[in-house]
Structures are given as C-alpha cells and as structure tokens.
T-cell receptor, first 114, second 115 residues
Framework: DQQVKQNSPSLSVQEGRISILNCDYTNSMFDYFLWYKKYPAEGPTFLISISSIKDKNEDGRFTVFLNKSAKHLSLHIVPSQPGDSAVYFCAASNRNSGNTPLVFGKGTRLSVIA | DAGVIQSPRHEVTEMGQEVTLRCKPISGHDYLFWYRQTMMRGLELLIYFNNNVPIDDSGMPEDRFSAKMPNASFSTLKIQPSEPRDSAVYFC?????????????FGDGTRLSIL
C-alpha cells in the first residue's frame, strides 16, 4: 500500500528546458511535503518543501506546486541543467498528528541531456 | 560542518554472518532514523530514535534486525544472522526538532551485499 507514488521511474529532458516531476499521495492527512535529490553513491539531500497551507513554493530554479484536491504535487526545474541529473524523491508527513515519519516515493531518475 | 557519517561505506559478507552498520548523527540533532533502500521497495523507514530512545521500530523487517543508540552521537544497526535478501543500501539520517522546516539530513549510506 504505497501512500506516496512517483509513477514515472525516469525522465529525460534537454538542457535549458523545463523538468516536471510528479508525485501523488493517497493519505489526506499529509500536510507537509518535501523533495529530495540523490546523486549516485551519496545520500538524499533536501531540496525544497511545501506546507499544505500553500499551493506553491519557489526557490531559485526549483518550484513545488501542491494541488490538495487532487492529492498531487509536482516539482518544476527551470531551466534544467546537466547537474540536475539525479534521482528525485518525493516525501510526505503529517505534522499535525504528532511527529509521523516521512513516507517516501520510489523516486524518479532525471537525466538532463546537454 | 560535518554531516551524518556512516561506516562502513561498503560491506560484503557471507550469509549467516553478523553485520553491524554505524552512524554518527549531526551534533545537536535529537532525531535519528535508519532507512533501507531497495529497487523494489524504495526508501523504507526501519526505526527512529528521539533523544536516544527508540520511538517506532515497526519498520524493522524481522527479529534478525536490531538497532541501538547508546548516546547522542552514535547508533548501530545490526543484522544477525544476515541473509542475501538483506542486500540493500542502508541510510542513516538525523534531524533537529522534527517538524516545521527541519528536513532530515542523510548520510551517504552503507551498501550491503550478502553472498
């Protein structure tokens, strides 16, 4: 029973174009969402987060959009750069009901082609 | 600042042997998490500690797995006896005051291969 789903295992994008990574969740109690980036042989690193009281959060080239009614969030990277090639994990938690653990999706491998 | 430090980075051992993975969290962090990453299941939370006390170990797959945190700067994950299906990358992560804008910081993982 996967509560956080990243249905695209991989994505290829040309350098300079927009990368859009998608994530769906099933638990309506989730109220905090995060994206992590992972390079080979390294641990995941925090990229950007969004609270359920917002529908958009932006940090430089990275923007996360949240659609609560659809239980969907997406990460936009504009413009994409070769250094963005990595595996991206979506994660969610419920902070209002105590400290619930992060639930991770299986990840999407992004390849940015020069 | 030093991040989360895990050792060893790679471990290859034979089935039936005891395996001990080690983690040093970021100083001052009061939460510590152990995860396992596999192709099939992605990142799974195994167990987490708050102020050195295990809070939830429901993710530990079997009694062969155990974890301890004897002090704020050290934790171990032990598998005894190990089996080939335990082969995976094991990550340790720590955070300060879970909640709010306090993301978890991950170590670089231990790649475990059980032959």
């Amino acid at each position: 029973d996967q509560q956080v789903k990243q249905n695209s295992p991989s994505l290829s994008v040309q350098e300079g174009r927009i990368s859009i990574l998608n994530c769906d969740y099933t638990n309506s109690m989730f109220d905090y969402f995060l994206w992590y980036k992972k390079y080979p042989a390294e641990g995941p690193t925090f990229l950007i987060s969004i609270s359920s009281i917002k529908d958009k959060n932006e940090d430089g080239r990275f923007t996360v959009f949240l659609n609560k009614s659809a239980k969907h969030l997406s990460l936009h990277i504009v413009p994409s750069q070769p250094g963005d090639s990595a595996v991206y994990f979506c994660a969610a938690s419920n902070r209002n009901s105590g400290n619930t653990p992060l639930v991770f999706g299986k990840g999407t491998r992004l390849s940015v082609i020069a | 600042d030093a991040g989360v430090i895990q050792s060893p980075r790679h471990e290859v051992t034979e089935m039936g042997q005891e395996v001990t993975l080690r983690c040093k969290p970021i100083s001052g962090h009061d939460y510590l998490f152990w995860y396992r990453q596999t192709m099939m299941r992605g990142l799974e939370l195994l167990i987490y500690f708050n102020n050195n006390v295990p809070i939830d170990d429901s993710g530990m797959p079997e009694d062969r797995f155990s974890a301890k945190m004897p002090n704020a700067s050290f934790s171990t994950l032990k598998i005894q006896p190990s089996e080939p299906r335990d082969s995976a990358v094991y990550f340790c992560a720590s955070s300060f005051r879970w909640g709010g804008n306090q993301p978890q910081h991950f170590g670089d993982g231990t790649r475990l291969s059980i032959l």
